[in-house]
């Protein structure tokens, strides 16, 4: 039996797998959520946009003849995650994740861990501060009861509308980013505290390492919760998964 897979992507971790995915003959389609202007070009068939709710993926899995479905998405994107769990589920699809590790904290650090969004703006409560607010263009409005700071936004994206933050300074950038660069944007702009989500991973880790280097705090947005599913860190780990479920399967 064929795979068709399907790659639920935008990480850099993802973009890994289109490759190995291809240079492996595997039939496979790669899809984006839709959320950035300018999504990376893949080496595998390509779809942009939601795909309407966990209906919609069920019937894009049985209308598609899907057969296994990798998510590498973002670890925020977790309704996303949720709906691959729930439509593999209805339709017998083999599911595995593609994550990246957290960053841990070093002994040094200075590291407030906060359970979610709203838990960041509550942080930031307090007398006004340089904040490099490291979270996407997604959650900007929900900073606005805190509109005392000034606010350093790095975007990949402009954002759509008007930001409701007084005092902001928008830096339109994709990276990649170095760790000296990022010291020199912090030092440039005054940084006195980061707000971050637990990405994880080499993409988006220089930012973490600067605010290390320059012995400055990060509000540190945890990562939300996923129902139980297979996990791997590595494309080779996906391929490893797929060629075994075809020896399960006796192919």
């Not at 209906?55 to 691959?84: C, K, W």
């Not at 902001?168 to 989500?197: T, Y």
């Not at 994880?200 to 605010?211: F, L, Q, V, Y």
Request: proline share 7%; net charge negative.
């Amino acid at each position: 039996m064929a795979h068709t897979l399907l790659i639920l992507g935008g990480t850099t971790e993802a973009t890994a797998l289109a490759i190995a995915v291809h240079e492996a003959g595997i039939t496979a389609t790669f899809s984006y959520a839709g959320r950035v202007a300018r999504p990376k070009r893949q080496p595998l068939p390509t779809r942009i946009g939601g795909f309407g709710g966990v209906d919609g993926l069920v019937n894009y899995i049985r209308e598609n003849g899907i057969t296994h479905v990798v998510d590498a998405t973002h670890p925020f994107a977790a309704q996303m995650s949720m709906n691959a769990v729930d439509a593999c589920g209805q339709t017998g699809t083999q599911l595995i994740a593609l994550t990246r590790p957290k960053w841990q904290a070093d002994v040094t650090d200075n590291w407030t861990h906060v359970p979610d969004i709203d838990a960041a703006v509550a942080a930031l409560n307090g007398p006004p501060k340089n904040v490099m607010l490291a979270i996407g263009r997604m959650h900007l409005d929900a900073f606005a009861p805190q509109p005392q700071h000034r606010y350093l936004l790095r975007l990949v994206d402009a954002p759509d509308g008007e930001v409701p933050l007084p005092n902001r300074h928008i830096v339109v950038d994709q990276g990649p980013f170095s760790v000296e660069n990022d010291i020199a944007l912090m030092r440039e702009h005054g940084v006195e505290l980061i707000v971050s989500k637990n990405a994880g991973g080499t993409g988006a880790r220089a930012k973490i390492d600067a605010a290390r280097a320059l012995n400055l705090p990060i509000i540190m947005i945890d990562r939300p919760a996923i129902p139980a599913r297979p996990e791997v860190g590595s494309s080779a780990q996906v391929l490893a998964w797929l060629d075994h479920s075809s020896t399960e399967r006796g192919v």
